[in-house]
């Protein structure tokens, strides 16, 4: 190792322009992935650097850019959450670098050899970091990073977009044309109707003509506010917004004065959310969904649940049970334990019985899974899904926690929903989309054999499935032999 770097920085020193290649940070394998336990750790030396580059600005140090990482496999930008280290911070073997929130959670970037970090080139907070570019240089001593010049930190520095500054026009500019205008941003008109400012008196500065918000920002900055820019109120309400209306009326946009209202927040995306509209919209759009719904009697689980607690001291919820159910129904009818693969344009069905249960976080839906559900306990899958749950919630999953799954379960008991629809999560084949439990009156046959009207408690399970993988059939099956495990309950413990 003493030996590798001694020959580089040697290298260096004879060619003040020595510059490696930039690496192969794009091409990580979800493989690679599991086998780091969910965190991605980046070596400070070149030769193990996934994604960095060697330069070196005035001949004398060796340099080490480190980029933005594939943390996932559909992972192609990134946002800085958090840097843990400073500038001029050491950086020992295991020390986290900075936290990077990807398209499935947030996860540590790990060191595993020592150095400083010499420049923190993408900012605390910096949000859609696209995969491969620099987010720091690092050294291997504390004296180099004074060698690193300003012209190698502006190559790599994101540019910051500069507010627009409005020069008022002059009064013959403004008589020579009404205005360049051709469209208006919904702020922009807003902005207008508000403060009743004359177009005429605008310059736009966005694409095509497009009025932008800070362009009437800009105008309101110079004149004052809004008391200067109205000369008197009949001018404000005759000339501006008549002017207003008709620029607005040449415009493209459909939106009239009449319907704009300041009653709304614009709320940012977080990576995860942004994903799963993506993959959402792309399984509606691709992927033939087929639906089929059983209505089963929660009696028999409610009961068993209540003796497992009482008489075993095991505490397990309805979706526990729910879970261990469905598992044992793919194992009878394996055919819905499947996915749909485009490169071989055929189903698979997965050996495995992985179960991907949907949980709501504050930046998005997670579905940790249970691998291997069939052959787990009710307490071992409860103790589980607990732990998921938890660590979804604060966005510490680990890549091989989410990443895969056969079958996917989303639950809303807990809310006053009787039945909905789920989307499928590709490839995965089916869905099971779980309401509340109701209570209804049925016929049920007494010891005598008489029908006698009952009340039960009755639960909805709807099953999107891809009709590429299953038909109807399979489906059918399916949902027999899960609702043959919700009225017989002694199998879950085989």
């Known amino acids: ?106 996860l540590e970037f790990e060191s595993l050899e020592e150095g400083y970090l010499a420049n923190i080139i993408t900012p605390e907070g910096s949000k859609d970091v696209r995969v491969g570019q620099p987010i720091a240089i690092t050294v291997e001593d504390l004296d ?35 205005t360049n205008i051709s469209r208006f941003s919904p702020s922009a008109k807003l902005l207008i109707a508000e403060h009743g400012i004359d177009v005429s008196s605008l310059k736009a500065s966005g694409p ?59 709320l940012q995306n977080s990576q995860i959310r942004k994903v799963i509209a993506k993959r959402l919209l792309e399984s509606k ?9 059983s209505d089963v009697i929660l009696d028999p689980l409610l009961s068993f649940r209540t003796e497992l607690r009482e008489q075993h001291n095991v505490k397990v919820s309805v979706n526990d049970i729910v879970i261990k159910a469905v598992a044992l ?12 693969s485009d490169e071989k344009g055929e189903a698979t069905i997965s050996r495995s019985i992985d179960i991907s249960i949907a949980v709501a976080t504050e930046k998005g839906l997670m579905t940790p899974i249970i691998r291997n559900a069939d052959e787990k306990t009710l307490s071992a899958i409860s103790s589980e899904v607990k732990e998921l749950a938890e660590r979804a919630r604060n966005g510490k999953l680990k890549p091989e926690q989410f990443q895969g799954g056969t079958f996917s379960i989303s639950n809303l008991g807990m809310f006053p929903v009787d039945h909905f629809c789920a989307i499928i999560n590709p490839p995965q084949a089916c869905i099971l989309a779980v ?17 006698k009207p009952v009340v039960v408690t009755k639960m909805s399970l709807k099953l999107s499935a891809d009709h590429r993988v299953i038909d ?16 017989d309950l002694r199998r879950l413990l085989l």
Not at 145 to 172: C, R
């Open 1 to 106: 190792m003493a030996n590798f770097r001694f020959l580089l920085q040697r290298l260096v020193r004879a060619h003040s322009s020595f510059q490696l290649g930039s690496g192969y940070a794009t091409n990580i394998r979800p493989s690679s992935l599991s086998s780091m336990n969910g965190i991605f750790r980046v070596p400070l030396i070149y030769k193990s650097i996934p994604g960095a580059q060697a330069i070196s600005s005035t001949g004398t140090s060796l340099h080490i850019v480190v980029h933005m990482p594939a943390l996932s496999p559909t992972m192609d930008q990134g946002n800085i959450v958090k840097w843990r280290k400073k500038e001029g911070d050491k950086i020992d073997v295991g020390d986290v670098i900075c936290e990077i929130e990807t398209d499935k959670a947030t």
């Open 285 to 293: 759009q691709n992927t033939p969904h087929f639906y089929l719904s």
């Open 472 to 487: 109807a059939e399979i489906g059918g099956k399916f949902l027999g032999a899960l609702s043959s495990n919700f009225s």
């Open 144 to 178: 180099e990073i004074k060698d690193i010049s300003a012209e190698t930190l502006n190559g790599f520095k994101v540019k910051e977009e500069k507010p627009v500054q409005y020069v008022e026009p002059k009064e013959q500019e403004v008589n020579s044309h009404q």
């Open 329 to 340: 129904a793919l194992r009878n009818v394996p055919e819905a334990n499947a996915y749909w």
């Open 208 to 266: 095509r003509g497009t009025l932008l918000k800070g362009d009437v920002l800009a105008l309101i900055k110079v004149r004052g506010g809004s008391q200067q820019i109205s000369q008197s109120s009949d001018k404000k309400t005759s000339t501006s917004v008549h002017s207003f209306k008709q620029t607005a009326a040449s415009s493209s946009s459909s939106e009239t004065l009449s319907r704009i209202t300041s009653a709304y927040e614009d």
């Open 435 to 451: 309401g509340r439990g109701n209570k209804v009156v049925e016929p049920v046959k007494g010891s005598d054999g008489i029908e």
